[in-house]
Structures are given as C-alpha cells and as structure tokens.
C-alpha cells in the first residue's frame, strides 16, 4: 500500500491542523494506522493509532485530550485532527500502515509509510 500524508504546516501556538493519510489499495480496512512524528534530532515517536475498523485507538500521553484520529475506510483516508497545538508538537508527521496484528507504538512494527509532512508551531 502506497501512503500520501498532507495537511501540515505553519500555525501558532493554540491553532488546529488535521492531517490526512491517503492510501492506496483496496484492502485498507485490513490495515492498523499509526501517527509518528519526528523533531529535529530526536528519535521518531507514536502520536496515535486506529485499528482496521477504527473502534480502537491509542494516543501518547503528551497528546491526549488534543489529538484525535479517525478514519473512512470508504475513503483510504486516515486523518490527525491536533488542537491546543504547542510549539513541541513542531516536528514531521507520518503515517504508517500495519497489515495484521494491532496497533504497535514502536515504528519498526509498521510495514508502509507515508513520506511525512511537516508541522510548525510557532510561540
């Protein structure tokens, strides 16, 4: 599966972004879904994940209550909708796709990714 992620970009510090994922494919209900994003110099972490039928999600304690992630599996789109954004969250966003098992929170568990997209926050 082929991953397209969009929706990144420039906002201050309390703005929203929402982030998509497009994949490719005619299996993407087959698919869990992760976010991870990757700051300058630091090590790529999970943001969220959804499961294939989109009843189960995972969020990183430093973005619950302010993340959201949701999917149309009628679309192939995955989507990050992040409020209350602070200038931490500056990093490049990715998605990932993990055919089988569950949503993981270690990146070497997902199987495609998308080629990231970048989101600032500015103070």
């Known amino acids: 599966v082929q991953l397209q992620a969009s929706g990144g970009g420039l906002v201050q510090t309390g703005g929203s972004l929402r982030l998509s994922c497009a994949a490719s494919?005619?299996?993407?209900?087959?698919?869990?879904m992760g976010w991870f994003r990757q700051a300058l110099g630091k090590e790529r972490e999970i943001v969220a994940g959804?499961?294939?039928?989109?009843?189960?999600?995972y969020y990183a304690d430093s973005v619950k209550g302010r993340f959201t992630t949701s999917r149309d599996n009628a679309k192939n789109t995955v989507y990050l909708q992040m409020n209350s954004l602070k200038p931490e969250d500056t990093a490049a966003y990715y998605c990932?796709?993990?055919?089988?098992?569950?949503?993981?929170?270690?990146?070497?568990?997902?199987?495609?990714w998308g080629q990231g997209t970048l989101v600032t926050v500015s103070s």
């Open positions: 990932a796709a993990r055919r089988n098992f569950a949503v993981s929170i270690l990146p070497k568990f997902y199987d495609f």
């Open positions: 494919g005619r299996t993407f209900s087959g698919y869990n």
């Open positions: 959804i499961s294939g039928g989109g009843g189960s999600t």
